[in-house]
């Protein structure tokens, strides 16, 4: 339920901020990025379509309808359907890796990893609500970087998993 508050009010910000297209593409992306780990979670768990139904959100630019019309389908089969979306070419690599490993960490690592590269463009803006917009989703990346870090030192978990686990920053 808080998913879709959040992501329903993100999505309206994102329309207010239709001139920007960093804003709207971010957001889409993120809503995208989501629904692709919800659905493959609950398909992992054995979970049923209307399970699948209740934790999809609206204002993606996978339609909801198509996202649950391959749920059923094998995953490389959901990754082929999907793959005419900005989310594609990284949902194909992150199946094969989900497929290998049965964990979908390096999936969710390759999809946020896909929101700097909307974001990146905006270091050639030099006026406008790009800049910021960057600035701030940058932070949070450091943030969620450092806390990545911080948690695998308090587990000990070795550099190297550690180092697998990193996504890429803004600079």
């Known amino acids: 339920i808080t998913d879709k508050f959040y992501f329903a009010n993100l999505g309206e910000l994102a329309e207010k901020a239709d001139d920007v297209p960093i804003i709207r593409n971010y957001v889409k992306y993120t809503i995208d990025s989501f629904n692709l780990l919800s659905l493959l979670r609950a398909k ?32 490389e089969t959901i990754a082929n359907k999907l793959r005419k979306y900005p989310t594609g070419p990284v949902l194909k690599k992150g199946i094969e890796s989900f497929i290998q490993t049965g964990r979908l960490g390096e999936l969710e690592r390759l999809l946020e990893n896909g929101q700097m590269d909307i974001v990146k463009p905006s270091k050639k803006v030099v006026f406008g609500p790009e800049p910021l917009f960057s600035y701030v ?19 000990n978990i070795s550099s190297e998993k550690t180092r697998e686990r990193l996504r890429d920053i803004y600079v």
Not at 60 to 66: H, L, R, S, W
């Open 44 to 75: 992992k768990d054995d979970k049923d379509v209307r399970f699948a139904e209740g934790i999809l959100v609206d204002g993606g630019n996978v339609p909801k309808k198509e996202l649950l019309a391959v749920y059923g389908d094998s995953y």
């Open 137 to 155: 989703v940058a932070k949070e990346r450091e943030n969620k970087l450092l806390r990545i870090i911080l948690v695998s030192k308090l587990n």
